[in-house]
C-alpha cells in the first residue's frame, strides 16, 4: 500500500475496509523474541471478577476483601469483570449499540475527537501516539474522562443519553 494511502487513512476500520489494501502495513507487524515469556493459559489464570454487591455490602469483611479484589485486578490486570451490578441488560445493549454508531460514523466526523494530547478528554484513534509509537495495534478504540468532569461526543446522536 503507498504510503500516501496510508496517510490518508485514520483508522483501521478504513484500512481494513480499503480495497486498496493488499496486505498488513508494516506499522501494524511486528516480530516475536524468542526470549519473551509464554503466554499464560487463560484458562489458568482467568480475568478477575469484582462483585459488585460485596463492595457495596454492609459488611466491613466481605467489603475489604471485595476492595483487595479490585485493586489486585487493577494492579495485574488492568481490567476486570464486574459481577452483580445494577445496570440494566437493555441500557448496556444500547450502549454497545451506541459504541457501534460511534465506529461507524464518516473518518471527518471521528477525526473532530482525535485528540491530539493524551489527556484530552475524548479521543480516538488507533494509537495513543501513532506519531512515535514503533508498532500499532490493530483496533480503534475510544477514550472519554468522565471524573471529574462529564465529556460526551455529540455524534452520533443519542450516545451522551448513555453516557450519563
Not at 459488611?59 to 459481577?83: M, N, T, Y
Not at 437493555?90 to 473518518?107: D, P
Request: hydrophobic fraction near 35%; proline fraction near 9%.
Amino acid at each position: 500500500m503507498a504510503s500516501t494511502v496510508r496517510n490518508r487513512i485514520t483508522s483501521v476500520k478504513s484500512l481494513a475496509e480499503s480495497p486498496e489494501l493488499t496486505s498488513i502495513p508494516p506499522s501494524y507487524t511486528f516480530t516475536t523474541n524468542p526470549d519473551d515469556e509464554e503466554v499464560v493459559d487463560p484458562d489458568d489464570d482467568p480475568i478477575p471478577i469484582v462483585d459488585y454487591f460485596l463492595l457495596v455490602s454492609g459488611i466491613p469483611d466481605q467489603r475489604s476483601k471485595a476492595i483487595h479484589e479490585l485493586r489486585k485486578a487493577c494492579e495485574e490486570w488492568g481490567f476486570f469483570i464486574v459481577d452483580h451490578h445494577t445496570v440494566p441488560n437493555s441500557l448496556m445493549e444500547k450502549m454497545v449499540h451506541q459504541v457501534f454508531a460511534f465506529f461507524n460514523l464518516t473518518e471527518e466526523e471521528k477525526q473532530e475527537y482525535a485528540g491530539k494530547n493524551p489527556t484530552d478528554p475524548i479521543k480516538t484513534g488507533t494509537s495513543y501516539n501513532a506519531s512515535m509509537d514503533k508498532v500499532l495495534f490493530w483496533r480503534d478504540f475510544l477514550k472519554i474522562f468522565v471524573h471529574p468532569e462529564f465529556h460526551s461526543p455529540q455524534k452520533p446522536p443519542g450516545f451522551r443519553f448513555f453516557l450519563i
